[in-house]
T-cell receptor
């Protein structure tokens, strides 16, 4: 079935280093969402991107949506130990009809930050 | 008000037994979603309600799984004849509208273990 591929699966960084996770789809996406899940916690919504080429920033986090709306990235500048967790992208992928609520999640990127 | 709540937080059951998992969405949220998350994976869509009706149940793995939302608020996910492969964290989420992809608020999940 349709998938959202996310890389890398793991990323280990030293505190202060930058971090990027990438999300790719073989089909054009209407929009894409990003979630963060802390260890032992549940996914928490970070942002939604809708427009082609859109770039949004939240403090040290920068989110991009590709021009073709098939890929997206999340970049964290100068990581901190509080950034630890798994970052997921998620998008509505049609399967024979419109289902706005059906989000397909990527596998996630597990970020560890060494102090 | 309060966020999404789920009960129980943990459920251990024997293979073949029946279980019910409950979700209390955020008050006023029209849409309610059930996901299943296995270790190291992203949430996997099961079913989505818009009001009382199941708008998309294409993610339910088989007919042992069933979910209801009789009054458009609380939802119950029911699993018959549980199997060891059903062991996972079952996440519930709600969103305000659901007729377009909007921010989903996740509950803490129910960890189901089938022995």
């Amino acid at each position: 079935g349709q998938q959202v591929m996310q890389i890398p699966q793991y990323q280990h960084v030293q505190e202060g280093e930058d971090f990027t996770t990438y999300c790719n789809s073989s089909t054009t996406l209407s929009n894409i969402q990003w979630y963060k899940q802390r260890p032992g916690g549940h996914p928490v919504f970070l942002i939604q991107l809708v427009k082609s080429g859109e770039v949004k920033k939240q403090k040290r986090l920068t989110f991009q949506f590709g021009e073709a709306k098939k890929n997206s990235s999340l970049h964290i500048t100068a990581t901190q130990t509080t950034d630890v967790g798994t970052y997921f992208c998620a998008a509505p992928l049609r399967a024979g009809g419109t289902s706005y609520g059906k989000l397909t999640f990527g596998q996630g990127t597990i970020l560890t930050v060494h102090p | 008000g309060a966020g999404v709540s789920q009960t129980p937080s943990n459920k251990v059951t024997e293979k073949g037994k029946y279980v019910e998992l409950r979700c209390d969405p955020i008050s006023g949220h029209t849409a309610l979603y059930w996901y299943r998350q296995s270790l190291g994976q992203g949430p996997e869509f099961l079913i989505y309600f818009q009001g009382t009706g199941a708008a998309d149940d294409s993610g339910l793995p088989n007919d042992r799984f069933f979910a209801v939302r009789p009054e458009g608020s609380v939802s119950t996910l029911k699993i018959q004849r549980t199997e060891r492969g059903d062991s996972a964290v079952y996440l519930c989420a709600s969103s305000l509208l659901g007729d377009r992809v909007d921010e989903q608020y996740f509950g803490p999940g129910t960890r189901l273990t089938v022995t």
